[in-house]
């Protein structure tokens, strides 16, 4: 009679993608995809800046006008629920005040947390 051999099988178990929070994508990797996805986004908060200045309004948190994208816009993008994330409100703040030098004193930065440096 032959001997039945048993094939070994392998008993290493692959981590989940999620193991390693290094390999998470940062929060500045996360802004440029939302952006590069929803660009609307950004010309929507320089509108809303733009007509806060011309009826006189003084500083304003990106988080404000946040507020005003969700109550006007809840639902317009490509038809699916839109979500804005709090955690971009300070790259959307340095990003308008990139474009527009003139509104610096519109928005106050602070530092951001990945320790990026103004």
Do not use: C
């Not at 309004?57 to 990106?62: E, F, K, N, P």
């Not at 006008?65 to 955690?87: A, G, T």
């Not at 340095?94 to 519109?106: F, I, M």
């Amino acid at each position: 009679m032959h001997a039945h051999h048993q094939a070994e099988l392998p008993l290493e178990i692959a981590e989940p993608d999620h193991a390693h929070p290094h390999d998470d994508p940062t929060i500045d990797e996360r802004f440029e995809d939302f952006h590069a996805a929803h660009p609307w986004v950004l010309e929507a908060l320089e509108d809303l800046t733009m007509r806060w200045i011309e009826a006189g309004g003084g500083r304003i948190g990106v988080k404000a006008l946040f507020e005003q994208l969700r109550w006007s816009r809840p639902s317009i993008s490509n038809d699916r629920p839109f979500r804005l994330n709090n955690d971009f409100t300070s790259r959307y703040a340095r990003l308008l005040r990139a474009r527009h030098p003139e509104w610096a004193g519109v928005f106050q930065l602070r530092s951001l947390r990945t320790g990026d440096v103004d």
